[in-house]
């Protein structure tokens, strides 16, 4: 059953940006932080969940004018879940912390939610290049986009 739609017209690239927060979760990216929450775009709130860092990734996160939250259970997944707690927008968007993709290329997707033309939008990553995905990770991910396609009639390329 589809959820209902969302008002329309909130985020447009005339109008301020309707509220979004991007979940960003970090383990030791303090070489990349600045430019990952210098891509974030304004208005937006980045939330960074520091997982552990041992190289200042929190500290220096919160001077560049990011909300960090600590959760110490490791791992992607805890981390994406902590920030989701954290996050008070209307809509949150996830973007890895590491630099591998611009968190400035999420706004056509939060439009898409906001205009209520989507309720969920799965980014889809296209590597670029030899050994950009190992193979194991390309033959994992393919077989559970297969299934999920099955179970659920979704147009699924990547589970990002």
């Not at 005339?14 to 979004?20: E, H």
């Not at 030791?28 to 937006?44: M, S």
């Not at 950009?132 to 179970?151: D, E, F, I, K, V």
Request: proline share 8%; glycine share 12%; hydrophobic share 45%.
């Amino acid at each position: 059953m589809r959820a209902p739609a969302r008002p329309a017209g909130r985020l447009t690239a005339a109008a301020r940006p309707a509220p979004v927060d991007v979940v960003l979760p970090c383990l030791d990216e303090a070489g990349a932080l600045p430019w990952v929450l210098g891509r974030i775009p304004r208005g937006w709130r980045a939330i960074v969940v520091d997982n552990g860092s041992t190289d200042g990734s929190a500290e220096l996160a919160r001077d560049l004018g990011a909300t960090v939250v600590h959760e110490p259970r490791r791992g992607f997944g805890a981390a994406c879940h902590a920030g989701l707690l954290a996050a008070e927008a209307d809509i949150v968007c996830f973007c890895d912390c590491d630099a591998s993709l611009d968190p400035a290329l999420l706004v056509p997707f939060a439009g898409a939610v906001d205009a209520g033309e989507s309720d969920l939008v799965l980014g889809r990553r296209r590597p670029e290049g030899r050994g950009a995905w190992p193979p194991h990770a390309r033959a994992g991910n393919l077989a559970l986009t297969r299934m999920l396609r099955r179970r659920t009639g979704l147009r699924l390329g990547d589970l990002g």
